[in-house]
């Protein structure tokens, strides 16, 4: 999926949480590269709006709910009989102290955005496969799913989840000698509905279409990480450097053994 502004001629994606933010955005990017979108997302009329904008389809969609997501892929197949990339992008946040949040809010958290990930990608790889070629799926994580920190706890456990199921799924399609690849987006601070960032201009915070063009660029190298805030990397070693010294203090009290 290597080329120019046009090079996804012909191609047929589908974007998950596609009515606003990083989704809404990246569906636009892609419609721009010459693909056939469609577009998926809970909110009926966000995603009407969304869908009239990019001239594209627009289809109803519980991401939590796996009857929601295999009828997504029947709609796809059904119109378009084959898909290319499949962009499992929807998310939610819910920023809270881990005594203040409910058993509600942890089953919509994981529901959404790790099941969300689990279901799309039982149903969509196997249609990636079907369709040949070098298709791709995308896993959108964020960086709470390489580090952590206070409020996050939920969003950073479906996050971590999505990041090693991302991984783990690329081990065993590498393994299978498998031509369908997969990639995980690991935002940081965005300017979305989502985030509630405002302000133009604040030091760090990208705008949705920064992060799509960046995303659209890690699809064509097919990058299994899809980096967008290059500057959060030391938060991420300094977590690695905890790990490091646990395992090093334990290796010295067994000797190294």
């Known amino acids: 999926m290597r080329g120019n502004e046009k090079d996804l001629g012909g191609k047929v994606a589908v974007v998950t ?111 990636l496969e079907r369709s040949g070629g070098d298709g791709f799926l995308v896993n959108t994580a964020s960086i709470a799913g390489v580090r952590n920190g206070p409020g996050l706890s939920a969003y950073s456990v479906s996050k971590f989840g999505v990041v090693t199921l991302t991984e783990t799924v690329a081990q065993e399609l590498a393994r299978s000698g498998s031509r369908v690849g997969v990639g995980v987006v690991l935002p940081a601070r965005v300017r979305t509905g989502m985030t509630g960032l405002t302000g133009a201009g604040s030091p760090g915070v990208l705008e949705a279409g920064d992060v799509a063009r960046t995303v659209l660029e890690g699809i064509r190298g097919r990058e299994l990480y899809i980096v967008t805030h290059p500057e959060a990397l030391d938060s991420v070693r300094e977590r690695h450097r905890r790990i490091e010294a646990a395992f090093e203090a334990a290796a010295d009290r067994t000797g190294g053994t």
Do not use: C, K
């Open 17 to 127: 949480g596609a009515a606003s933010g990083i989704g809404h955005a990246l569906a636009g990017v892609l419609r721009a590269s010459g693909a056939e979108v469609v577009l998926a997302d809970r909110d009926e009329q966000a995603l009407a709006r969304a869908a009239g904008e990019l001239d594209a389809q627009g289809v109803v969609v519980d991401v939590s709910r796996y009857a929601d997501v295999r009828r997504l892929g029947d709609e796809v197949m059904e119109r378009h009989g084959r898909v290319d990339l499949v962009v499992n992008n929807a998310g939610i946040a819910r920023v809270a102290l881990f005594e203040e949040l409910s058993p509600a809010d942890w089953e919509q958290t994981l529901g959404v955005n790790l099941w969300g990930a689990v279901h799309g990608m039982r149903v969509f790889l196997p249609l």
